[in-house]
């Protein structure tokens, strides 16, 4: 591999020949590789390489910020031994150098060049625009796509006001990041409030010019005013995660995706899979992978009502909605480690599961008193963009793992579930209960990669307060947009 070669990739991306002259000058710290090209650049290097890529299994801001950096890479990877590839762990590096309190550590892209774009924070006047730009994530109805963002950042009930940034060229909205509340606690310890990075989109005509930086710098800037130093991430898909990688965001951990799906339908998806393979067969492909929707199963659980049979003899309700005052009552009644959790209080039940994108199922065991024993949440999304058959699991509690484990059994069971999803939880007796289940890892493509990870960009006087690695957390899909 060549450093030509190398200009000639940056060059098809988009960068400009100029920034490519010397190979030891900072493609990432300058701005230069903007997350577009960023994720190009990965994607060819697992081509060199010849394997999947975990970017948060190195400092890819050291290591892919020159031409001679990146080259030094590839060497590096396709000498590694032929088991499969070996990346050099960040730790193992020496760590870079943390700013002072204040000190700015995003640079802006190109040399402070605003171009075309300004940054301004959301007003109910930009809502129809955001409407009809969300089209391309959450739903092609731009009425939906404004209610979602409703429930999602002006009625959060963990924010005085919508943490929404947008990009605006000649006056029109082109692109948006937006940051949730969010309020964590540990057992018996003070609350933190943290904003998680969440929705990112910016008009194709308007990709790739640097805004995922300027947007990073605006969030920053204004998250400090308001005394919070840190934010998460923590459903970040492929790009996204590589530019916030790249500009001083570190990796918690990666959250494996296990799944629970019958023996039958392991091999119906894999004939599906070599059918996609033969170009004959490829919509036959499709309506394989259509089989048994979500929509379906949550239809099969509605007709229990109160009568969802137990295996020990007792019954559980279902219902579209937790009663947020008991529910919230019950989870302060559990005992709590002393992980990190977000805060499951009245607020969190009344709000959470009404997001316009999806439908839940909450079901939900009493004892003889009828006092709550335990729930599990079940959601599937509603958008043409979702994955149709996939329900996940989402949350859960219980005053015993037999309950909320016995919930998942009657629920798979009496809905005929094909494929109930979640996350390992970094609990060692929650896990072994997952698997035990029989719960099994999914996603191949995606946890090779890294994927789903939580992140953390600490600026300022969090920097000298670091937030835990992943297994001080107990995290659920219900505190991402994954649900």
């Not at 919509?283 to 929707?293: H, M, N, T, V, Y």
């Not at 729930?375 to 329900?391: E, K, P």
């Not at 009657?410 to 072994?432: H, K, P, Y």
Request: proline share 6%; charged share 25%; aromatic share 8%.
């Amino acid at each position: 591999m060549s450093a030509a070669d190398l200009r000639a990739a940056l060059e098809s991306w988009g960068v400009d020949p100029a920034d490519l002259a010397d190979e030891h000058a900072s493609l990432l710290a300058s701005g230069v590789l903007d997350s577009l090209a960023l994720f190009n650049l990965s994607m060819w290097l697992e081509q060199q390489i010849g394997a999947p890529i975990d970017p948060t299994s190195f400092e890819v801001a050291r290591e892919w910020d020159s031409i001679a950096a990146i080259l030094r890479f590839i060497e590096t990877q396709r000498a590694a031994p032929a088991e499969g590839l070996v990346l050099t762990p960040a730790a193992a590096t020496e760590p870079p150098e943390r700013p002072a309190p204040g000190e700015a550590t995003t640079p802006h892209a190109s040399g402070d060049d605003a171009g075309p774009y300004r940054i301004e924070r959301y007003s109910e006047q930009h809502l129809p625009a955001i409407g009809e730009l969300m089209t391309a994530l959450w739903s092609p109805d731009a009425l939906l796509n404004r209610e979602v963002f409703r429930w999602k950042y002006v009625e959060n009930p963990f924010d005085a006001e919508p943490l929404v940034y947008l990009a605006l060229r000649d006056d029109r909205v082109v692109g948006m990041r937006a940051f949730c509340g969010s309020a964590w606690r540990a057992a018996g310890g003070a609350m933190r409030n943290l904003a998680v990075a969440d929705d990112f989109v910016v008009a194709e005509d308007d990709r790739n010019h640097g805004l995922l930086a300027r947007f990073t710098d605006a969030a920053t800037a204004d998250l400090g005013a308001r005394g919070q130093h840190a934010f998460l991430s923590l459903s970040a898909l492929r790009v996204t995660r590589l530019q916030l990688l790249a500009s001083g965001s570190r990796s918690l951990g990666v959250l494996p995706t296990v799944a629970l799906r019958p023996a039958w339908l392991r091999a119906l998806d894999a004939v599906a899979s070599l059918a996609k393979k033969t170009p004959v067969l490829w919509r036959a492909a499709d309506r394989l992978e259509a089989i048994e929707p979500a929509s379906r199963a949550f239809e099969r659980l509605d007709q229990f009502g109160k009568a969802l049979p137990l295996d020990d003899g007792g019954h559980a309700e279902v219902g579209t909605a937790p009663d947020p005052a008991e529910f919230a009552a019950f989870v302060a009644r559990l005992t709590q480690d002393e992980r990190l959790r977000h805060m499951r209080d009245e607020r969190f039940f009344a709000w959470r599961y009404r997001n316009p994108l999806h439908d839940y199922r909450v079901i939900s065991a009493r004892d003889a008193a009828g006092r709550l024993r335990g729930y599990i949440v079940l959601q599937r999304g509603r958008s043409a963009f979702a994955d149709q058959r996939r329900v996940n699991l989402v949350d859960w509690a219980g005053d015993s793992e037999a309950v909320w484990a016995g919930l998942i059994q009657a629920a798979v069971r009496g809905g005929r579930i094909a494929e109930l999803v979640t996350w390992r939880n970094g609990d060692a007796a929650t896990n072994r209960q997952i698997d035990a289940l029989g719960f099994i890892p999914a996603d191949a493509h995606q946890a090779e990669r890294g994927l789903p990870c939580a992140l953390v960009r600490e600026f300022g006087e969090g920097v000298h307060h670091p937030l835990p690695e992943l297994g001080q957390w107990d995290l659920r899909m219900a505190y991402t947009s994954f649900a």
